[in-house]
Structures are given as structure tokens and as C-alpha cells.
């Protein structure tokens, strides 16, 4: 079965700077899809990024991008000007076609945004 | 459009007790998933249902059995409850066809506490 490693329970970041979520994924497939969840205390889990596989280039959207390195099976998110609202718990998750629409997430990173 | 809605949103209930709980996906979506997640096992996956026919299944005992009904609206049903049975139960919504754009949309949750 896919495995989703997320090794950092805990980061924090200084509210404007920059902070890296790291995620690894183990998959004989060639062919899969990535995605970045936050979920923020006692609120809705909500998608923040997605990556196609078959994309070399990493997705950004507004803040928040990936360092998406199919070789060594990473998928790091960047958060960049981190603000006060960016605290959550973060989910790292993989899905092929392969495996059906089966989602699998990593344990999570929970963020702290120190003002 | 709406997004996924799940009742109740809180249950209490004793060891031994059944409970149902609810989830209505976005309208359009055929498949739901459902997820166990407690602080110390992250999100479990439980099963998806995709058309009124459970595609994929997580490894949780028999006492957790789900359907789903023409309308992709879908139930999950825990019997002889258990103290860890304790948890946020998630259900999530998607397309189900497993194209790229294919992403899981998660609803609020339903906080089951046992006593």
C-alpha cells in the first residue's frame, strides 16, 4: 500500500516569514496526483495545493507553492509570508488511478504562526 | 454550490450504543469517503462508496459498515461502540473518477465522544 510520511509533527514560523512542510510518499506508480489539505483548529479540512505527477512544473498558488521532486518521491510545501491565519494542522496526501479514488494522508504537521 | 454538510455535528453516546452518522456530498459528486481521525492515529480511512457501491475499504473491524443511497447522500453506522471509537468522523466528497482534477472535498465533521 501507498505510505505518506509527514516527519515533522510540529513547526512554527514567525508571522512574514517563510516556512518549508516537508512530505514523502512511496509508490511504485508513475502516474498520480499529490495534494496539500490544512485544517485549521475546530474548522473544515480544505484543499491548498494539488500536483499531477506528469508535471514537472511545481504548483503555486498565491502563498503557497511545492518542491515537487518525483525522483526522490518528495513533496514539500512552501508558505511564504506567513500570516496569523496560516496556523492549522497540514495533510500531505497522495491518490493514483490506479488505486481507485483511495486517498492517503500523512499523520499531519501542525503549524504554529508566532506573531 | 453547497459544500458537504454532516449531521449531527456532535453525538454522545455510551459503550455498547450504535450510532449513524450522515454525510451529503456537493451535488454532482457520486463518491464518499469517510475517515476516522483521533490526535494520536491522524485520519484513518474507512471506506468510499462510489454509486451506491462501496469501492474501497480501510482496515477497520465489521462494526463499521456505510451505504450509500441513490442521491450519493451516505450513511456510516458504527454498532457495539467502544470507548476509542471515540473521534472526528470525516466524510468527503469527489467527482470519483479519478481524473486529475479529481479532488476530495471534506465536510465539517461529526464529533463522536463515547462514554
Known amino acids: 500500500a501507498q505510505t505518506v510520511t509527514q516527519s515533522q509533527p510540529e513547526m512554527s514560523v514567525q508571522e512574514a516569514e517563510t516556512v518549508t512542510l516537508s512530505c514523502t510518499y512511496d509508490?511504485?506508480?508513475?502516474?498520480?496526483?499529490l495534494f496539500w489539505y490544512k485544517q485549521p483548529p475546530s474548522r473544515q479540512m480544505i484543499l491548498v495545493i494539488r500536483?499531477?505527477?506528469?508535471?514537472?512544473q511545481n504548483a503555486t498558488e498565491n502563498r503557497f507553492s511545492v518542491n515537487f521532486q518525483k525522483a526522490a518521491k518528495s513533496f514539500s510545501l512552501k508558505i511564504s509570508d506567513s500570516q496569523l491565519g496560516d496556523a492549522a494542522m497540514y495533510f500531505c496526501a497522495y491518490r493514483s488511478p490506479n488505486t481507485g479514488n483511495q486517498f492517503y494522508f500523512g499523520t499531519g504537521t501542525s503549524l504554529t504562526v508566532i506573531p | 454550490k453547497a459544500g458537504v454538510t454532516q449531521t449531527p455535528r456532535y453525538l454522545i453516546k455510551t459503550r455498547g450504543q450504535q450510532v449513524t452518522l450522515s454525510c451529503s456530498p456537493i451535488s454532482g459528486h457520486r463518491s464518499v469517503s469517510w475517515y476516522q481521525q483521533t490526535p494520536g492515529q491522524g485520519l484513518q480511512f474507512l471506506f468510499e462508496?462510489?454509486?451506491?457501491?462501496?469501492?474501497n475499504k480501510g482496515n477497520f473491524p465489521g462494526r463499521f459498515s456505510g451505504r450509500q443511497f441513490s442521491n450519493s447522500r451516505s450513511e456510516m453506522n458504527v454498532s457495539t461502540l467502544e470507548l476509542g471509537d471515540s473521534a472526528l468522523y470525516l466524510c468527503?466528497?469527489?467527482?470519483?473518477?479519478?481524473?486529475?482534477?479529481?479532488?476530495?472535498?471534506f465536510g465539517p465533521g461529526t464529533r463522536l465522544t463515547v462514554l
Open positions: 509508490t511504485s506508480e508513475s502516474d498520480y496526483y
Open positions: 462508496y462510489f454509486s451506491e457501491t462501496q469501492r
Open positions: 468527503a466528497s469527489s467527482l470519483g473518477v479519478g481524473s486529475g482534477t479529481d479532488t476530495q472535498y
Open positions: 500536483q499531477e505527477a506528469y508535471k514537472q
